[in-house]
């Protein structure tokens, strides 16, 4: 049973969803085209891969993590990054970053023709690893940050995940992601994916 996301605007203060534990991060910049938000991006992360829990996620999108504390950090020392949301096991919600703007999420990427996604998009980090499942919960709390994203961006029509924005160079959130349930709960607020992507439907020709 997929739970009915309400999609409300009124939701949101100046970019910032009201759901979210706020958890402001220096990482971001303005649009290029502040009106050309029309992509929303799903990956996965955790810090040191495979735990979760941690803070460390919050650390690194906010340049607070100590490199020293763990082996694997020795390899993105000095790694400068953000994302706009971040869901974590339990499906709580913070968020980074304003959606107006310009979140450092996908890195070199490209979708249908147009490179820098970031430029354009709305990242969202599951706290998980592209070869592992998600949680029920997190799927709760995408479902409705989508619903609501939709309710204030009008330009926003497609999910897609990092792998396809970036193949051979990323894999998240990878195959562990049901694709299939998160369209079915878009579907429920009148959202399709098709097969990442969602649309409009009263923008769909009558018939
Ligand atoms: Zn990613």
Sequence with gaps: ??????????AWS????????A??????????????????????????????????????????????????????????????????????VVQFVSIHERAWHAGASCWAGRDNCNDYSVGVELEGMDDDCFTAQQYGSLLRLSAGLCAVLPQLRTVLGHEHIAPGRKLDPGPGFDWATYAQGLAS???????????RPQEKPAS
């Design 23 to 92: 958890c402001p991060s220096p990482n971001c910049e303005p649009r290029p085209d502040p009106q050309d938000i029309s992509l929303l991006v799903v990956h996965a992360i955790s810090l040191p891969p495979r735990v979760y829990g941690g803070g460390e996620v919050e650390a690194l999108f906010t340049n607070r993590l100590d490199w020293d504390a763990h082996p694997y950090f020795q390899g993105i020392r000095g790694l400068r990054v953000s994302s706009h949301f971040f869901i974590d096991r339990a499906g709580l």
């Design 14 to 21: 100046a970019g910032w969803w009201q759901q979210a534990r």
């Design 189 to 199: 607020v009148g959202l399709q994916v098709a097969p990442v992507a969602f649309e």
């Design 1 to 10: 049973m997929v739970t009915t996301p309400r999609a409300d605007a009124a």
